[in-house]
T-cell receptor
Framework: AQTIHQWPVAEIKAVGSPLSLGCTIKGKSSPNLYWYWQATGGTLQQLFYSITVGQVESVVQLNLSASRPKDDQFILSTEKLLLSHSGFYLC?????????FGKGTRLTVV | GEKVEQHESTLSVREGDSAVINCTYTDTASSYFPWYKQEAGKSLHFVIDIRSNVDRKQSQRLIVLLDKKAKRFSLHITATQPEDSAIYFCAASMSNYNVLYFGSGTKLTVEP
């Protein structure tokens, strides 16, 4: 069975500080991987997707970047956090359309 | 790009009644329409989906209808139970599934 693990579970970070969120998928080779962001009480917005190792496509520009260093790993990062980056970050993988989400990372920027 | 509009921001029904959530989309190229459920403070959980080659799909108490002409799709939850209470999101994507566009969510409350 496939499992998706996100880390950390929650973070409180200062404005201007760097950020790195991670995601690992086990039990599925060469998955499509995704990052989503949900503002508090808001809808979901897809940030990035990756079809293969080393290739990441941006969907929206939020001063964030993503990388896929290994087949089963997806990293979301920025060098300087903004207050507007606060929210719930979800990593996901898919097979033929159906998207499976991780448990998410709750980020508070202060 | 695609815009998905979810018409009911909140919906309250009595236990045992049916609940209907409606969504519309703008891009005729969209061909995949999933629904997700989010309980308070938790992640999203896949509920049901429909592809554009059919106009109806049922999974137990869940029915999804798709009207391609009107660019509208809906989720019907029959015989609702208190555990159906959650926020439901509709979404749309094209056949490559690379980008999923979400509606704004409907908070469903099922009252005993």
């Amino acid at each position: 069975a496939q499992t998706i693990h996100q880390w950390p579970v929650a973070e409180i970070k200062a404005v201007g500080s760097p950020l790195s969120l991670g995601c690992t998928i086990k039990g599925k080779s060469s998955p499509n991987l995704y990052w989503y962001w949900q503002a508090t009480g808001g809808t979901l917005q897809q940030l990035f997707y990756s079809i293969t190792v080393g290739q990441v496509e941006s969907v929206v520009q939020l001063n964030l970047s993503a990388s896929r260093p290994k087949d089963d790993q997806f990293i979301l990062s920025t060098e300087k956090l903004l207050l507007s980056h606060s929210g719930f970050y979800l990593c996901a993988w898919s097979r033929t359309g159906e998207v499976f989400f991780g448990k998410g990372t709750r980020l508070t920027v202060v | 790009g695609e815009k998905v509009e979810q018409h009911e921001s909140t919906l309250s029904v009595r236990e045992g009644d049916s609940a209907v959530i409606n969504c519309t989309y703008t891009d005729t190229a969209s061909s995949y329409f999933p629904w997700y459920k989010q309980e308070a403070g938790k992640s999203l959980h896949f509920v049901i989906d429909i592809r554009s080659n059919v106009d109806r799909k049922q999974s137990q108490r869940l029915i999804v209808l798709l009207d391609k002409k009107a660019k509208r799709f809906s989720l019907h939850i029959t015989a609702t139970q208190p555990e159906d209470s959650a926020i439901y999101f509709c979404a749309a994507s094209m056949s490559n599934y690379n980008v999923l566009y979400f509606g704004s969510g409907t908070k469903l409350t099922v009252e005993p």
